[in-house]
């Protein structure tokens, strides 16, 4: 079972240059989460999407942007790099958002932008 | 808004104690609240998820309970051991919300 899987796992940027990082899931999940970590500061909510062909802003969407075509995929993209958006992504997805169904988490996309 | 609050952000202890990591969290009218463990550069594993009319769950040593009427949830760890160390989040998935809200975490550290 891949559970949740993305790509890539390390990524250098340089200012002013655009990325996608790529998030699918296997588990016929519907919810899927967009998360930045930086250090000390926790988990902070970018975009989400309960379902194919619906997303929404979270906590700090600017500078990002998402869509959900697929059940299975749900790519984050960045337009133009800063280096505020130094940071690790982590993809997370669970199944309705229900009171019983825990949240499952890829390994994270480290980025650095220079 | 629902706000989440993990106390210590850091602990160390000796092998073979018992401990207690804490988080409350300020709504009570919550559907669940998640446990996480977050080993160094790697994403987060759910370790146990307790809903709004559960009082605790266990899962081999780890015991998570929880009390929405004064807003805690405390996950105890018997008899620690170096393979516990790691970051430990809860989150809490407040009523009529998509989203959970994430503690900051915190770091343990057992020490053989």
């Known amino acids: 079972n891949a559970g949740v899987t993305q790509t890539p796992k390390f990524r250098i940027l340089k200012i002013g240059q655009s990325m996608t990082l790529q998030c699918t899931q296997d588990?016929?999940?519907?919810?899927m989460y967009w998360y930045r970590q930086d250090p000390g500061m926790g988990l902070k909510l970018i975009y989400y999407s309960v379902g194919a062909g619906i997303t929404d802003k979270g906590e700090v969407p600017n500078g990002y942007n998402v869509s959900r075509s697929t059940t299975e995929d749900f790519p984050l993209r960045l337009e133009l790099a800063a280096p505020s958006q130094t940071s690790v992504y982590f993809c997370?997805?669970?199944?309705?958002?229900?009171?019983?169904?825990?949240?499952?988490f890829g390994d994270g996309t480290r980025l650095s932008i220079l | 808004k629902q706000e989440v609050t993990q106390i210590p952000a850091a602990l160390s202890v000796p092998e073979g104690e018992n401990l207690v990591l804490n988080c409350s969290f300020t709504?009570?009218?919550?559907?669940?609240l998640q446990w996480f463990r977050q080993d160094p550069g790697k994403g987060l594993t759910s370790l146990l998820l307790?809903?709004?009319?559960?009082r605790e769950q266990t899962s081999g040593r780890l015991n998570a309970s929880l009390d929405k009427s004064s807003g805690r949830s405390t996950l105890y760890i018997a008899a620690s051991q170096p393979g516990d160390s790691a970051t430990y989040l809860c989150?809490?998935?407040?009523?009529?919300?998509?989203?959970?809200?994430f503690g900051r975490g915190t770091s343990l550290i057992v020490h053989p």
């Open positions: 588990m016929n999940h519907n919810y």
């Open positions: 709504d009570s009218a919550i559907y669940n």
């Open positions: 307790i809903q709004s009319s559960q």
């Open positions: 997370a997805s669970s199944y309705l958002g229900g009171s019983n169904q825990p949240q499952h």
């Open positions: 989150a809490a998935l407040s009523g009529g919300s998509y989203i959970p809200t």
